[in-house]
C-alpha cells in the first residue's frame, strides 16, 4: 500500500495525533515507533515522504536515514526537540531533506509537506516522462534528467530528491542570480525554511558537480543575494 508520509517517532501520542490530523487534511498517513518497524512497514509498502526523529529509543534516526537512503531516495524531514547545529548539519549532511525543530505547528508542517509532496510528484512524473537521452551537459559534466544522476569522468552520481529539484530549477534558470527566499518558495514550497538547510545542499551539489567544490566555477555563491548558476567550458 502506498502513503503519503510515513512518520517515524518513538512518541507515541504525537505521533498518533500527527497522523490523524494528516489523514483528516487529506494526506495519507501512517506512523511507527522504531527503527525495526520501520523497516519492516517499508518492506511491504511505500510512501512519498518520511518525517524522522532523531531520537528513536535505543536506535538512532541518523542511522536509520542512512540505511534508507541506500535504497530510496524520497525526501525525509528530521523532526526532533535537538536544536544544536551540528546536529541539523549532520542530518542534512546524511541525506536529510529539511529539519524541523518540536515542538512544531500541525499547521505549519502540514504545509510543508504538501508543498514538498506536490513537487515531489510533479518531478518524479516529469522525468518519468522524458526520454532516457535527456542529457545536459555543464562545463565537464553531463546531467541525466531520466534518471537523476550527474555523470563526472565516467562515474554516476546518484542526486537525492532535493539535490535533483535545485539543480533542475538551477538550470532553468541559468545565468541568473537566485535569491534564497526564491529557493525556499520554488522548491520547498515555504518560507520557514533555514539557511543552513538551503547551504548544504548547495555544497552537496557542488561535491558531484564542481571539479573543486571550494573554488565553484558553476554553482556560485553571490554574497548578501543568493547564487548564480553559470555554463562555463
Known sequence: ????????????????????????????????????SALEFLAENTCSLILLD??????????????????MNVPIFFISARQAEDDMLLALSIGGDDYICKPYSLGVLLAKVKAVL???????????????KNLVKLGKVTID??????????EKLPLKAMEFR???????????????????EKIWGSEFVGDV??????????????????NPVHIKTVWGSGFILEDVP
Do not use: W
Not at 207 to 214: G, L, Q, R, Y
Open 1 to 36: 500500500m502506498h502513503y503519503s508520509v510515513l512518520i517515524v517517532d518513538d512518541e507515541q501520542e504525537l505521533s498518533e495525533y500527527t497522523c490523524k490530523y494528516f489523514n483528516m487534511s487529506g494526506v495519507s498517513a501512517a506512523y511507527v515507533l522504531d527503527q525495526k
Open 197 to 214: 538547510t538551503l547551504n548544504v545542499h548547495i555544497r552537496h551539489l557542488r561535491e558531484k558537480i564542481e571539479e573543486d567544490p571550494s
Open 118 to 132: 506536490k513537487r515531489y510528484e510533479e518531478s518524479k512524473s516529469s522525468v518519468e516522462s522524458e526520454e532516457p
Open 54 to 71: 532523531i531520537n528513536l529509543g535505543e536506535d538512532s534516526g541518523f542511522e536509520l536515514c542512512q540505511m534508507l537512503r541506500a535504497k
Open 145 to 154: 534528467l531520466s534518471k537523476a544522476v550527474v555523470i563526472r569522468d565516467g
Open 166 to 184: 535545485l539543480l533542475v530549477y538551477m538550470l532553468n534558470n541559468r545565468d541568473r542570480i537566485i535569491k534564497k527566499e526564491e529557493f525556499f
